[in-house]
């Protein structure tokens, strides 16, 4: 496809964004909003923060009962026939769009209604480096939720979707799809249990950097799916 053809006649047909997508997507921002600041974790203070006169943070690392919280609502969803994991990969042209919408539309909000440090007058370059280091709503610091309560979650999602597309169609899950699948699990599971194993290393190493100024990047609300085309074409070999 030539470059016009892409953009007004593939995009349009096959990346739109689309009520189904945007409900599928906006649940799982909803749900994980609802349960980062419901599910019990480890309390845990991070680093004074020089831009808040020294305070430091308080944070509720709940990353691992919001993941297994998460596996049971969806699982119970999709074997109730409520959900189709399947779906996923039906929407996910849908999804990119919406979920890249989302993430450029976050991070404008965080840079609109930051408390502009560091600014270096360039709009874009503040507007990707950001304008507020530690935004939050409530207890749920931001930045946290977004990158590993939502990219992370999706991607394995990604992966589970594919599986179950795979047998949808084929009526069996390939081997490198499993292995995939797994090892996407295995990572996220990590990532997770990083915020109750290890919350003050894993807090105090990331207050550092929220005084340098990285910001709420409009990526870490789908990148992954962009970064993980493999997961899409494992569920059509």
Known sequence: LSGADFTLTWLPQHAAPTRAAATLYLSLILLQLLLAFTMPGHKQMGLPVSSLGGRALEYNCNAYTSLYATIAIVAALHFSSMFNLAQIIDLYGPLLTVASITGFALAAIIYVTGEGYRMSGNVVYDYFMGASLNPRIGSVDIKMWAEIRISWI???ALSVGACAKQYEVYGYVSANLILFTYGTGL???ACAKVGRASSEASVTSADPVRCVGRAVHPSDLGYVFSDRKS???????
Do not use: C, E, K, P
């Open 187 to 189: 990572y996220l599971n």
């Open 154 to 156: 999706l991607l394995w």
């Open 231 to 237: 997961t899409r074409l494992n569920s059509s070999h």
